[in-house]
């Protein structure tokens, strides 16, 4: 939580999100790039900002992967001026478009970047990255998409994002996973309506948030740490609660916004997508609850790299947010009525 009370990461967090703001009132494609670029070079310090191997690392392959989307949205935006009235290149030039922005996100099949750069993360950054970091390129592709293409990859989101995530043993990349599979269900949501998509961001933003304040509290990077979880029952109910949420479970929060998803694929005929929908779902919700069930075990042992010290206003917090979210079905059922 020292995060704000330093100057640097502070100005570069303001950057990011003022970079974002430009991207999405930008009324060119050449100012959505400048936003872009801009919103590149202010997470970069904050990732090298943990003065660790991993970080440094994991800075040169973002800054690498988000340039390459870059030159490819840029030649792109050029290429489609040039060629402004030949329709037959269109669809050439808005699949292009979708797969720089989808590069950008770390959606399938660009995804292989992102497992990777999140190992060598921290939780606050890893929040930034699967949230704040897929706003502009959402907004992006919202403006000029291929159909076709987008449900091609959301399929591939879908299907990687749950069974990358069964062999892992890291929870950063066991998030990635979940990140990319979530990322699925987002793109379907944009296709539909950008409140959807607002609506949808929001909720697993509010859960993400959730989850990676509490790994960050508790000092966690790793499934066998989760064995020794046994300090607060509160602290395990809070971490069922909130993982069965993010995994779409019907009396939490987290449900709502994939029910609504799932009634418009219905209305819309899209019957494959849906049934690779729910089940990718269920096999997101196997790897949580292999997580959850870890933390349930009985041993209790103290490792020098726990951290004992649960602030007591934050533990506060985080039983609010978990009430708010075990009561998801009546604050569904209320916007229905």
Known sequence: MFFFLNSNKMFFLMVLIFSTMISISANSWFGAWIGLEINLLSFIPLISSSHNMMSSEASLKYFLTQSIASINFLFCIIFKMIMFNNFEMNSMISILINSSMLMKMGSAPFHFW??????????????????????????????YFNETFLIMSIMLNMIIGAIGGLNQSSLRKMMAFSSINNLGWMISSIMISENLWLFYLSMYSFLISMLCFFFYMMNMFYLNQMFINNLNPLIKVNLLINFLSLGGLPPFLGFFPKWIIINFLMINNY???????????????????????????MNYFKLKWFKIYLKNNFFILMNSFSIISIMGIIFSTMFFF
């Open 114 to 143: 992102f497992p990777n750069i999140v190992e060598g993360l921290t939780w606050f950054n890893n929040f930034i990255l699967m949230t704040w970091q897929k706003i502009t390129p959402m907004i992006l592709l919202s403006y």
């Open 271 to 297: 019957l494959f997508l849906t049934f690779i929908f729910i089940m990718m779902s269920l096999i997101l919700l196997f790897f949580y609850i292999r997580i959850i069930y870890s933390s349930f075990m």
